[in-house]
């Protein structure tokens, strides 16, 4: 699996239609065909979001001094732009923002994955420590500066200067301020926390001015789902195992590391010959998770015979090293695996198989969560899934780093690939026997 993951990630930057993108579907695809999975694939139409590395920036002037410092826009600012005028720091609803540029001191939340022990219904954590876990959170629409920026945006600024606080000393973070429509004609860049400090230290000379450089750009492009299966003599009743293949940057643990752990699942069942094979698999490895999910929405709308027979969909995301960040914004690795919690459907046969499975494997800091949790539906890949009517078990982490550029091969919690794909086989090989009926019937409310 290390293999794969480190092929894929050296790929590069694996955004919806860039040139990584049909090269990892293209790897994908040559390893499943190499076990004897039967590959197929599906166009799934993106929008390239083109944004290059250290081509967007700022510039903050006093008089005639200027220094330029690397920016990188959010993903909802994605036209070219070249904005200047008087530079501005946010202080509150008074600040004059109307037409100047504003600085923004953006501090990320914080995030306490213990506090979701409360809405598991099992937690596996021996050594008691899921508590001990606190770290920014890579999501900037968490914290408290995203509805300061929305209310802002109203007042029509040139531009904005998110300043990243409290986080990893990068302005690479692929994210937004929010969900809500405001006017997407008003760039939007990060910066990084030392970025921030030094723009402080420069403003001390006298009223700056500032330009924010945005080079940005979008275009229609074509991604591709692979599909693999493999049958059953035993039974026509599906098992669904996959991951999405785009990342935010080059992506180890988002989702490198999710896509290897399919193609393990795919080597492990393509040994067990079909005539004992307990359910027929689909391994799906999924384009545009980070267009929202646009690659398994697809998939959901062009299978709708193929569904009502998804005994399971097992979704495999983010299996990582927990890193906290110190007060000079580097990462710190802590030495454990990063929390991590699966949002399994309330079926009591499925909980209990995979319960006894994660205690053989010893895979802790694991919590077993209910999809219903969080609204609408698992802000996982596996949503789509599970609006369908399909149960789900979906494994997912949070770690500090897994939307910005830092997310490399360091980041991957080695053991917990074994561990993962042994208790997935040992909870599958369980449920043997069980129907999509049965699995769906037995379902009971929270």
């Known amino acids: ?107 990320m939340a914080r995030f306490a994955p213990g506090a979701l022990q409360s809405r598991a219904e099992w937690v596996y954590d021996p050594d008691n420590d899921l508590n001990k876990t606190l770290h920014p959170n890579s999501r900037p629409q968490t914290s408290n500066a995203g509805k300061t920026l929305a209310s802002l945006l109203l007042k029509k600024p040139l531009a904005v200067i998110a300043a990243l606080d409290d986080f990893i000393d990068t302005p690479y973070l692929y994210g937004a301020h929010a969900a809500a429509p405001y006017d997407r004609d008003i760039p939007i860049v990060w910066v990084s926390p030392s970025t921030r400090k030094a723009i402080l230290a420069q403003w001390q000379g006298g009223g700056p001015s500032a330009s ?96 009502p027979r998804v005994v399971l969909d097992v979704h495999l995301e983010t299996p990582c090293q927990e890193f906290d960040v110190d007060a ?55 949503k789509a899934l599970w609006k369908a009517g399909v149960p789900v078990m979906a494994h997912i982490s949070n770690p500090v780093y897994y939307l910005t550029i830092a997310d490399t091969l360091d980041k991957v919690n080695l053991p917990s690939l074994e561990k993962v794909t042994r208790y997935v086989a040992r909870t599958l090989w369980a449920l043997q026997g069980t129907t999509a009926a049965q699995m769906r019937a037995g379902i009971v409310p929270g």
């Open 328 to 382: 000079n914004g580097q990462l710190l690795d802590l030495g454990r695996i990063e929390p991590h919690w699966i949002y399994t459907s309330r079926n009591p046969n499925l909980q209990a198989a995979l319960k006894s499975a994660i205690q053989a494997e010893d895979y802790r800091r694991t919590m077993m969560v209910p999809p219903e949790e969080f609204g609408d539906g698992p802000p996982s890949d596996s």
């Open 212 to 307: 924010v450089n945005v080079v940005s750009n979008e275009t229609k492009a074509m991604s591709r789902n692979v599909i693999g299966r493999l049958p059953s003599s035993l039974t026509d009743q599906v098992m669904l195992i996959g991951s999405h293949h785009d990342a935010p940057f080059m992506g180890a643990t988002e989702d490198a590391a999710g896509t290897a752990l399919v193609l393990a699942q795919a080597a492990y069942w393509s040994k067990v010959p079909a005539a004992e094979r307990p359910f027929e698999f689909v391994f799906l490895l999924n384009a545009a998770h980070m267009q929202v999910s646009a690659g398994c929405e697809a998939f959901v709308a062009a299978n709708p015979t193929l569904l």
């Open 1 to 107: 699996m290390r293999a794969w993951i480190t092929s894929i990630v050296n790929f590069g930057i694996r955004r919806s239609g860039y040139p990584a993108d049909p090269l990892t579907t293209g790897f994908a695809a040559s390893v499943l065909a190499s076990m004897g999975v039967q590959v197929s694939t599906q166009d799934v139409p993106v929008t390239r979001w083109d944004t290059v590395e250290g081509q967007s920036s700022v510039q903050v002037c006093i008089g005639s001094a200027c220094v330029t410092y690397p920016a990188f826009p959010t993903v909802t600012s994605r036209q070219t732009a070249l904005r200047q005028g008087e530079l501005v720091r946010y202080q509150d609803a008074t600040t004059p923002v109307t037409g100047k540029v504003v600085l923004l001191d953006y501090p």
